[in-house]
């Protein structure tokens, strides 16, 4: 999360990108993933198979390392405040991983980030 912080990503991701796509087109890649819109990240990432290693809020579109992911689709957000305001808090609480495991959202920390 410390780079994002600092408006850049994390060495593990810049690397994978420059192997995939080239130099050149990293960089472009590189600014559109920092300044683009929520689509346009999502799209990045899925391309390239970043998964592992970089998402995308639902809800901000702010680049996350860790943060709430729904594991019925997958989405994910930044924090408690941008998954209720995108599935409500009625859901956000009924479904939160309990301490016996049951429930389908939860919190994460991406690989290598």
């Known amino acids: 999360m410390k780079w994002l912080q600092k408006g850049l990503l994390p060495p593990t991701v810049k690397e994978m ?10 960089e472009k890649l590189t600014a559109t993933l920092l300044n683009g819109t929520l689509a346009q990240k999502a799209e990045i990432i899925q391309d390239l198979e970043l998964e ?6 639902y809800n901000c579109g702010k680049l996350i390392t860790e943060g709430y992911m ?9 924090s408690k405040e941008c998954a209720i305001a995108d599935m409500g808090e009625e859901y956000f609480n009924s479904h939160l991983v309990d301490d016996e495991g049951h429930g389908s959202i939860f ?3 991406l ?3």
Not at 17 to 26: E, H, I
Not at 70 to 78: A, G
């Open 107 to 109: 919190w994460t920390s």
């Open 70 to 78: 729904e594991e019925n689709d997958f989405s994910t957000y930044c």
């Open 17 to 26: 990108m420059v192997s995939k796509v080239g130099s050149y087109q990293a």
């Open 52 to 57: 592992d290693h970089l998402r995308v809020c």
């Open 111 to 113: 690989e290598d980030a």
